[in-house]
T-cell receptor, first 115, second 112 residues
Framework: GAVVSQHPSRVICKSGTSVKIECRSL??????MFWYRQFPKQSLMLMAT?????????EQGVEKDKFLINHASLTLSTLTVTSAHPEDSSFYIC???????????FGPGTRLTVT | AQSVTQLGSHVSVSEGALVLLRCNYS??????LFWYVQYPNQGLQLLLK??????LVKGINGFEAEFKKSETSFHLTKPSAHMSDAAEYFC??????????FGAGTRLTVKP
């Protein structure tokens, strides 16, 4: 149980284009989903927290207009990187949390490369 | 706000040797503590967690960790390293449902 999927696993896009990453909880309802970013050989940095049906809460320094987060259902959250640039290249990991639970279940990550 | 410090960005052990990965935390309330393992280009897999109760926590793959409040530590150990244990390990702390903070990670290398 508690499986979280991400799609795509890898994506390469050209500078200036937008990319959407999906995060799905497959066997539970996720009232809260989290988006993390991980640079090579570094730790996970929380980008934003999203609650189903509400606007996402972004961490300081994360541009909400650049990283659009939608959590329209209890099993799906999306992260859209708008007008991507090479510096946005990174490993993006989502996690999902059920209601009244402290534990986060992590997706397998999405490797974004912007050329 | 809570925080985590992992001592040693890189630990190298021989196969069969003891593994000890260090984690110290800072928290204003009783914390929830976690250890995750990450293999290259993959997400995080939960090894073990401490919430309440017994301070010695056993996890998957033979790992265990002990919560020591007086030392604000949650070190991860395994009696005998296996080659497949080579990976990146992250300690994390949470004070509430919505706020998990990760340490910088420790890369474990296992020598044959």
């Amino acid at each position: 149980g508690a499986v979280v999927s991400q799609h795509p696993s890898r994506v390469i896009c050209k500078s200036g284009t937008s990319v959407k990453i999906e995060c799905r909880s497959l066997d539970f309802q996720a009232t809260t989903m989290f988006w993390y970013r991980q640079f090579p050989k570094q730790s996970l940095m929380l980008m934003a927290t999203s609650n189903e049906g509400s606007k996402a809460t972004y961490e300081q320094g994360v541009e909400k207009d650049k990283f659009l987060i939608n959590h329209a259902s209890l099993t799906l959250s999306t992260l859209t990187v708008t007008s991507a640039h090479p510096e946005d290249s990174s490993f993006y990991i989502c996690s999902a949390q059920a209601s009244a639970s402290y534990e986060q279940y992590f997706g397998p990550g999405t490797r974004l490369t912007v050329t | 706000a809570q925080s985590v410090t992992q001592l040693g960005s890189h630990v190298s052990v021989s196969e069969g040797a003891l593994v000890l990965l260090r984690c110290n935390y800072s928290s204003s309330v009783p914390p929830y503590l976690f250890w995750y393992v990450q293999y290259p280009n993959q997400g995080l897999q939960l090894l073990l967690k401490y919430t309440t109760g017994a301070t010695l926590v056993k996890g998957i793959n033979g790992f265990e960790a002990e919560f020591k409040k007086s030392e604000t530590s949650f070190h991860l150990t395994k009696p005998s390293a296996h080659m497949s244990d080579a990976a990146e390990y992250f300690c994390a702390v949470s004070e509430s449902n919505n706020d998990m903070r990760f340490g910088a990670g420790t890369r474990l290398t296992v020598k044959p």
